[in-house]
């Protein structure tokens, strides 16, 4: 960790370290960091499963997403990184905002100048950014990913990901190039097992109930043949608690417009990628055509609905899961860049399917730790 260490001196040279930004500085550092006994770190790991700190250390604080204040912490953190410098929305901006939203755990220790290679090698391990007295965010080999006052990163910094992800990205990459649909290498890896938690089966079911009330209420007000919410809830008992504020609205408005009738219209193909992860579809098909609607409308009557309760088969892996995610990432990318350049879709890929496969997966590994309605693709 010599770029670590180099700067570090520099500011001991100076006489005293710069104070640290408010947002990610921990208020638990000891008074014995604070006067110099020891270099303070803070660090960001995405990992569930943080390795033991094998080496001379002076712990201040742990917390894990059990703590009620760490995700106010974290946000602040995403904050002070899109402050930084010119504000642009540099690609080490970026995959720094994106990690610090993955965080699983945070640590605040003082460890010796004689200690900083093991605890580079346990950032590595941690799949750790590291937060340091001088206001910079640093990879776990100490170089520059944001400087606090704006200057040049070092190009070779780069934010970590465990290794499923690479291998993840790489598997998709084959199966795409072997569809005759490339992707750039630089679209970036996506979460993975250690960093996932998952949504529970009961959340998916609640979830799956609300989203066939509101597809079904759309495809009946578009036939003209308005279902009464009423008679939807009686069907479908679970679906009403469950559901979100926008569908709230959409199934309490007794004319709702075209353009909302379309919107929540598609919803059905988010709800046929919960009933695969709930192990009621066998297969989740390539993205070439909409999902059978009637199929998906008869699997949830048949799955039951008592107390959002339903018959599940299985529940996908975790893998799985995001296989399906780290796929449509990257379709979405190619279906957005077809648009951009006013060209076609790539051949064999429904652009309306992609996208609300897309939402439903980013729902189901928390992305950005957003509610339903809120829920975004980004690519």
């Not at 997966?361 to 693709?377: A, I, M, Q, S």
């Amino acid at each position: 960790m010599k770029g670590l260490l180099t700067r570090l001196k520099a500011l001991a040279g100076s006489g005293a370290a710069p104070a640290a930004p408010a947002a990610p500085a921990t208020s638990a550092a000891s008074p014995a960091a604070e006067q110099g006994e020891g270099v303070l770190v803070n660090a960001y790991c995405t990992r569930a499963d943080v390795p033991a700190l094998g080496f001379p250390h002076t712990l201040h604080a742990r917390r894990d997403l059990s703590d009620p204040e760490l995700a106010a912490h974290l946000s602040g953190f995403v904050g002070y990184v899109l402050s930084r410098g010119n504000g642009e929305m540099s690609r080490n901006r970026y995959h720094a905002m994106r990690h610090i939203q993955r965080v699983r755990q945070h640590l605040s220790l003082s460890i010796d100048e004689s200690q900083l290679d093991a605890f580079s090698k346990w950032a590595e391990r941690a799949n750790a950014i590291v937060f340091l007295p001088d206001g910079g965010i640093r990879d776990p080999n100490g170089r520059v990913l944001l400087s606090a006052a704006g200057e040049e990163p070092d190009r070779e910094a780069a934010v970590p990901y465990p290794a499923e992800a690479w291998q993840r990205k790489a598997r998709t990459e084959a199966l795409l190039a072997s569809r005759g649909m490339p992707v750039p290498q630089h679209l970036p890896p996506l979460v993975s097992e250690p960093e996932l938690r998952p949504r529970t089966p009961h959340e998916l079911a609640g979830r799956a109930f609300a989203l066939l009330a509101v597809s079904a209420r759309a495809e009946s007000v578009a036939s003209g043949e308005p279902l009464p919410a009423a008679d939807l809830f009686a069907r479908l008992p679970s679906a009403q608690a469950n559901l979100s504020p926008d569908e709230q609205a959409f199934i309490a408005d007794e004319a709702p417009g075209e353009s909302a009738v379309a919107q929540f219209g598609w919803r059905f193909e988010c709800l046929f990628v919960l009933e695969w992860a709930l192990g009621l579809v066998d297969a989740l098909p390539f993205p070439g055509a909409i999902c059978d609607v009637p199929l998906a409308t008869r699997l949830m009557l048949d799955a039951g609905d008592v107390d959002g309760v339903m018959r599940v088969a299985k529940v996908r892996t975790d893998s799985e899961l995001l296989d399906a995610l780290d796929l449509h990432y990257r379709l979405h990318w190619l279906v957005r860049q077809a648009r951009l350049k006013e060209e076609a879709a790539p051949a064999g890929v429904d652009p309306g399917v992609v996208l609300e496969r897309h939402r439903a997966l980013n729902w189901l590994v928390r992305f950005e730790d957003h509610d339903w309605d809120d829920v975004d693709t980004p690519t």
